[in-house]
C-alpha cells in the first residue's frame, strides 16, 4: 500500500476572477471544465487525454452546462438535470460557480466543483472521481439545502452529458424473466430517447441502467470511439437522451424521479449516485475492458481480486425438495467431480408454514426439522467432512403472507397505507419494507443468525424475488412517502455495509430471480451475481455476452445444468454446456448422478482444467471476438491475463446452415511480437489439433486459426501461453 502522503496533492479552495479550465482526468481521457467567478460551470470537452486544455478555445470549442437545472434562462427542458421547488415556492434554479478543489490520494483523484444559487443559499458540489488504473471517471453531486424551510428535489439526476452530434449509436439492454441482457443497437435521432426503470428492487431486468454511445456510427467491437455510461443504483433509474438542437445530444442519468420527490428540510444534503462513464477508442471491447478493470481493482465488485469456487448449486438438482439424503447426495457426486463448495438453495425453512412451494414460510428463516431433523449444522458438517465448503440460500428482504413473520409484523411490508396489499410470486409473496430501521435490523440478524449457527458458511445466496407494487411505506409519515423508494435502497445499503463490516470474508451472490439486480449500485457487496435463470448454454450464450458488455467474467455465475435444459427443453452436449458456462464462474445446478459414467469423468476432468485456467478467466481482459447476435452462427471470444502471457479463447457454432460461411477464428489482446504454445482444452471426440503448435500473437490476432466446429452446438476451448 502506498503511503497516503506520497501522493496527496490537496488543493486548497480556490476562488478565481477570470474563466478557467479544469482537466478532469484519467491515464487516458479528459473531461474539462470551464468555470468563472458567478457564471455556470459550463463542460466543453470529453475525449482523449488534453494536456493542454488552451487548444479547445483556440479550437473555438463552446461549453454546454455541466448540470442543466430547470427554469432559469434555460432552452433545457427534457434535459435539465436538476429540478428544484425552493421553500418560498420558486421554480427555477441557477447554480454558479464559486470554487473548486482538487486532490490525490493512493491513485484516486477526486475534483470537485462548488456551486450556490444566485438567488438561494442552496448549494450543489458537482464530484468528479477518478483512478490510475482505468479510464473511469465517476461524477455525482452533492446537493445541500442552506434555505430557512424545506425544499423539494423534483428530479436530481447524478450527472449530465452532451454528446456532439453525428452519426451516434446507442446500445442498451433489454430483458425478462430468462432473458436478460438483450443488446439493442439503434441509431439516435432527434427527440427523447429513455431507458428506465420503476420496478423497485429489480433495475435490471427490464432495462439496465447502462449504456453505451457508439460516436463513429453502427457498434463496433474493438474500433470506433465509444462512451459508456453506468449508474451504480440498484433503485429506479432513469438514463435519457435529448436531441432539441442541431449540436449535441444531451444525456442526463440518474435516480428516476417518478413518484420519488424528495424534501431536505434546512441543512440536509442529498448525495447522488454515481455515473460512471468511459471513453474509449477502441470500441465496446474497449469500454467493458475498462469497466471490468474498474470493478476488480477499485472494489466496485466484493472482493474482486478473490478467486471464485466452483460449486454446485441444489435448485435445479431437487428444487424445494431439499433434505438431508439428497443434499448429501449431491454433495457426494460435486466432491468426486472436484468442486469445491456446495450450496443448499432454497425450500430448507419453515416451522409453522413449511417451504414446500414459493407460497410459503419467507421470513420464518428456522430450519424445517421435517426435511432436515439434524439441522443446518449437520449439513455445514457434512460438507466439511467431504472437503466442501458450504453455502445457503436466503431471500431476507421478503415475508409471505403465509409466515410466522407476516403475522408478527403485517406492518412491515411495503404497503400503500391503508390498502390491501397485492402479493407476488407463489400468490401470497410481499415485500419487506428496508426503509424501516426494524426491518433493516431483522435483514441484518438473517445473516447474523446463520453465522452464528453456521459459522464456517462460506457463501450466501442472496435472492429478490418481488419488484415493488405496493407503492408505499407503512413507516414513513404521510409527507414522506415519497422518499420511500429512495429511502428502500438507503436501507438496503446501510445493511449490507453492517454485514460486510462484521462479515467482510463471507461470499455473498446477489441473484434476483437471475439476473435482476446485476447492477453496480450493489455490486460492491456482493462478489458476483446469478447471470440468469435460464442456464440453457445457447441461450446463455446471448445473456452472458450482453452481460459481459459491463460486467467482467470473474463475476458473472455460470452453471451447468441439465440436458434436456429445464427452461428450453433443449438438448445440448456436455462440452457445449461445459464451455459457455467456463467461460465465467463455473458451477454445476444439476444432480451429479444423472451424468452418465462418460460425461461423469468429462466432468471430472473439465472441473480440474478450469483450476488451471481460473486466473485467467476470472481475472484476465475479455476480448469479445464474432457476436452470437450477427447471427452467423459462430461465437468466440477470448480472455487474457493482463501481463499478456496467457489466453483462453472460446468458440462456439449455434447455427448449422448448407454452405455455411466459416470464419477464420481471430485471437485479441495478445503481445503481437510474442511467440505462443496452444493447448486445446475440454477435448472430447476428434481433437482440433493445435495441441503444442507455436504461432506467435500477430499471426493469431491477424489471421487466426481454421477450427473444424464440425456440427451444430460444437465448440472449441483454446489455452494460449507465452513461450520464452
Ligand atoms: C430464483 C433464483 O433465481 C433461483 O436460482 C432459485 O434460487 C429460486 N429463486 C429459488 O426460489
Not at 503511503?3 to 479550465?21: P, R
Not at 434436456?564 to 463455473?586: C, Y
Not at 464474432?626 to 468458440?651: C, H, M, R, W
Request: glycine share 8%; aromatic share 12%.
Amino acid at each position: 500500500m502506498k503511503k497516503f502522503s506520497l501522493c496527496l496533492f490537496l488543493s486548497a479552495i480556490a476562488i478565481v476572477c477570470g474563466a478557467k479550465e479544469i482537466n478532469v482526468f484519467t491515464p487516458n481521457t479528459s473531461l474539462v471544465l470551464s468555470v468563472k467567478e458567478g457564471s455556470p460551470v459550463e463542460l466543453l470537452y470529453y475525449g482523449d487525454r488534453l494536456d493542454n486544455t488552451a487548444q479547445l478555445s483556440a479550437a473555438q470549442f463552446q461549453g454546454e452546462p455541466a448540470y442543466p437545472c430547470f427554469g432559469y434562462g434555460s432552452a433545457f427542458f427534457n434535459a435539465s438535470a436538476l429540478s428544484v421547488t425552493h421553500s418560498d415556492g420558486d421554480l427555477a434554479t441557477n447554480l454558479l460557480y464559486v470554487a473548486d478543489s482538487y486532490s490525490c490520494k493512493d491513485g484516486v483523484h477526486d475534483w470537485l466543483v462548488h456551486t450556490r444559487d444566485s438567488k438561494h443559499k442552496f448549494e450543489v458540489d458537482l464530484c468528479y472521481r477518478s483512478y490510475d488504473n482505468c479510464d473511469v471517471l465517476e461524477m455525482w453531486t452533492v446537493i445541500r439545502n442552506g434555505e430557512k424551510k424545506p425544499v423539494v428535489l423534483e428530479k436530481y439526476a447524478s450527472a449530465a452529458l452532451p454528446v456532439r452530434q453525428g452519426d451516434v449509436w446507442v446500445s442498451h439492454e433489454h430483458g425478462k424473466w430468462a432473458a436478460e441482457a438483450c443488446l439493442v443497437e439503434e441509431p439516435l435521432n432527434a427527440g427523447h430517447f429513455e431507458v428506465s426503470d420503476i420496478a423497485g428492487t429489480k433495475n435490471a431486468f427490464l432495462n439496465r441502467p447502462n449504456i453505451l454511445l457508439s460516436l463513429d456510427g453502427k457498434p463496433s467491437e474493438n474500433s470506433g470511439r465509444t462512451i459508456g455510461a453506468v449508474l451504480c443504483w440498484s433503485g429506479n433509474f432513469k438514463m435519457s437522451i435529448d436531441t432539441e438542437g442541431y449540436m449535441h445530444h444531451h444525456l442526463v442519468c440518474g435516480i428516476n424521479e417518478t413518484g420519488s420527490r424528495y424534501t431536505l428540510k434546512k441543512g440536509e444534503s442529498f448525495t447522488t449516485p454515481a455515473l460512471a462513464l468511459v471513453y474509449s477508442n477502441e470500441g465496446k471491447g474497449g469500454v467493458s475492458r475498462n469497466y471490468h478493470r474498474w470493478a476488480r481493482h477499485n472494489g466496485k465488485i466484493h472482493d474482486g481480486l478473490g478467486l471464485r469456487k466452483i460449486l454446485l448449486n441444489s435448485w435445479e438438482g431437487v428444487y424445494f425438495n431439499v433434505s438431508q439424503e439428497s443434499m448429501e447426495k449431491m454433495m457426494d457426486g460435486v466432491r468426486d467431480l472436484g468442486a469445491e463448495l456446495f450450496v443448499m438453495d432454497d425450500g430448507w425453512f419453515g416451522r409453522k408454514y413449511k417451504r414446500n412451494n414459493d407460497s410459503y414460510a419467507l421470513g420464518d428463516w428456522y430450519t424445517d426439522t421435517d426435511k432436515l431433523p439434524q439441522g443446518v449444522p449437520a449439513l455445514e458438517q457434512a460438507a466439511a467432512q467431504r472437503g466442501l465448503k458450504w453455502g445457503i440460500w436466503i431471500e431476507p428482504e421478503m415475508t409471505n403472507t403465509l409466515s410466522e413473520l407476516y403475522e408478527q409484523h403485517p406492518d412491515w411490508v411495503v404497503a400503500n397505507p391503508g390498502r390491501e396489499p397485492i402479493c407476488g410470486r407463489g400468490g401470497t409473496q410481499l415485500t419487506l419494507d428496508m426503509s424501516n430501521p426494524a426491518v433493516q435490523d431483522f435483514v441484518f440478524r438473517v445473516v447474523d443468525n446463520i453465522m452464528k449457527e453456521t459459522p464456517d458458511t462460506y457463501y450466501i445466496k442472496w435472492d429478490c424475488n418481488m419488484e415493488i407494487i405496493n407503492t408505499g411505506s407503512q413507516y414513513l409519515s404521510a409527507d414522506r412517502q415519497s422518499h420511500f423508494y429512495v429511502d428502500y435502497q438507503l436501507g438496503l445499503i446501510k445493511t449490507l455495509e453492517r454485514i460486510r463490516a462484521k462479515y467482510p470474508e463471507l461470499v455473498i451472490q446477489c441473484c434476483a430471480s437471475g439476473g435482476g439486480r446485476v447492477n453496480y449500485g450493489l455490486m460492491p457487496y456482493f462478489d458476483e451475481f446469478w447471470v440468469s435463470d435460464n442456464t440453457d448454454a445457447e441461450q446463455r450464450l446471448f445473456i452472458q455476452w450482453g452481460t459481459s458488455m459491463f460486467f467482467p467474467t470473474g463475476a458473472m455465475a455460470q452453471h451447468v445444468s441439465a440436458s434436456p435444459n429445464h427452461q428450453t427443453g433443449r438438448e445440448l452436449p456436455l462440452k457445449f454446456r461445459f464451455d459457455v458456462a467456463m467461460s465465467g464462474r463455473l458451477g454445476m445446478e444439476m444432480k451429479p448422478s444423472d451424468l452418465s459414467a462418460d460425461e461423469f469423468e468429462f466432468a471430472r476432468k473439465a472441473f480440474s482444467t478450469y483450476k488451471d485456467i481460473r486466473p485467467i478467466v476470472q481475472q484476465g481482459d475479455l476480448y469479445r471476438m464474432i457476436s452470437p447476435y450477427d447471427n452467423t452462427g459462430y461465437a468466440s471470444q477470448v480472455l487474457v491475463s493482463e501481463d499478456k502471457k496467457q489466453a483462453v479463447f472460446f468458440a462456439y457454432k449455434i447455427r448449422q446452415y448448407v454452405n455455411q460461411n466459416k470464419p477464420r477464428f481471430r485471437f485479441d489482446g495478445l503481445d503481437p511480437d510474442a511467440c505462443y504454445r496452444l493447448t486445446e482444452l475440454n477435448a472430447a471426440g476428434a481433437p482440433e489439433g493445435w495441441e503444442g503448435q507455436i504461432f506467435s500473437g500477430k499471426f493469431l490476432m491477424n489471421t487466426g486459426l481454421e477450427l473444424k466446429l464440425p456440427g451444430v452446438y460444437s465448440s472449441c476451448v483454446i489455452k494460449a501461453e507465452k513461450v520464452d
